[in-house]
């Protein structure tokens, strides 16, 4: 499936939005946006230890994933409901998702909330 809508962020992040709505009854829809970030851990530019721990604990890329969801919108309503979602996702998330060091926040929660959820038995 293509997404819907996706942008390149000069940090290096990429979104990819993927309106994967379907009808559930009568003339009303689950309109719902699976939205997915990407960020890429293997350019030359990244070389220092910081990275190369987020590569070997994370693998080459990191890959996150929400979701938008409105439930009973009508037939007609079903076009401007995805795009008020997803403008309004964007004009929300702009503010932190474009940051320069954003992307290197979002792979030190990310390692941080691998390591707590990893168990030895």
């Keep these: 499936m293509a997404p819907i809508r996706e942008h390149r962020l000069a940090n290096g992040l990429l979104i990819a939005i993927f ?3 379907n ?3 009568g003339d009303y829809h689950r309109v719902f946006l ?5 960020y890429d851990l293997t350019p030359a530019d990244r070389n220092d230890p ?6 070997d604990r994370l693998g080459p890329e990191l890959r996150l994933e929400k979701t938008l ?3 009973g919108v009508a037939d007609s309503e079903v076009e401007g409901t995805v795009a008020a ?8 998330a702009d503010e932190y998702l474009t940051r320069p060091d954003y992307p290197r ?6 390692m941080e909330k691998r390591r707590k ?4 038995y």
């Design 19 to 21: 309106d994967e709505t």
């Design 23 to 25: 009808r559930y009854f």
């Design 34 to 38: 699976r939205v997915v970030l990407h």
């Design 50 to 55: 910081f990275w190369s721990e987020a590569r």
């Design 69 to 71: 969801e409105r439930m």
């Design 85 to 92: 979602l997803v403008d309004n996702f964007l004009a929300t």
């Design 105 to 110: 926040q979002l792979v030190i929660r990310e």
């Design 117 to 120: 959820t990893t168990r030895i």
